[in-house]
Nanobody, 124 residues
Framework: QVQLVESGGGLVQAGGSLRLSCAAS????????MGWFRQDPGKEREFVAA????????YYADSVKGRFTISRDNAKNTVYLQMNSLKPEDTAVYYC?????????????????WGQGTQVTVSS
């Protein structure tokens, strides 16, 4: 079993930056692919970014490419999402997710474990 806890959300003005963290329990974190997703009320949850077990491969949604960076520190069992040049349309609850199969994917069904989410609000 893996538990994921997100932190780092908050209120920021457009153009600002935030760094989200996702702390994972479990001794096999370093073997998992990790992903970030987001959901705005009234909308479906959407893919944001994903990273392979060793950080060697990353994958981004077109809407965040060039502005967001996903990274991980396996020694700390933590994955990060650095968000720069934030826009009001980035406002959402952000979730991290873990895939024990190690598949770097944009599809929710690939991920077995999910955190509770952290709110990001970008004001205009």
């Amino acid at each position: 079993q893996v538990q994921l806890v997100e932190s780092g959300g908050g209120l920021v003005q457009a153009g600002g930056s935030l760094r989200l963290s996702c702390a994972a329990s479990g001794r096999t974190f370093s073997m998992y692919a990790m992903g970030w997703f987001r959901q705005d009320p009234g909308k479906e949850r959407e893919f944001v970014a994903a990273i392979s077990w060793n950080g060697g491969s990353t994958y981004y949604a077109d809407s965040v490419k060039g502005r967001f960076t996903i990274s991980r520190d396996n020694a700390k069992n933590t994955v990060y999402l650095q968000m720069n040049s934030l826009k009001p349309e980035d406002t959402a609850v952000y979730y991290c997710a873990a895939d024990p199969e190690g598949i770097v994917s944009r599809f929710e069904y690939e991920y077995d474990y999910w955190g509770q989410g952290t709110q990001v609000t970008v004001s205009s």
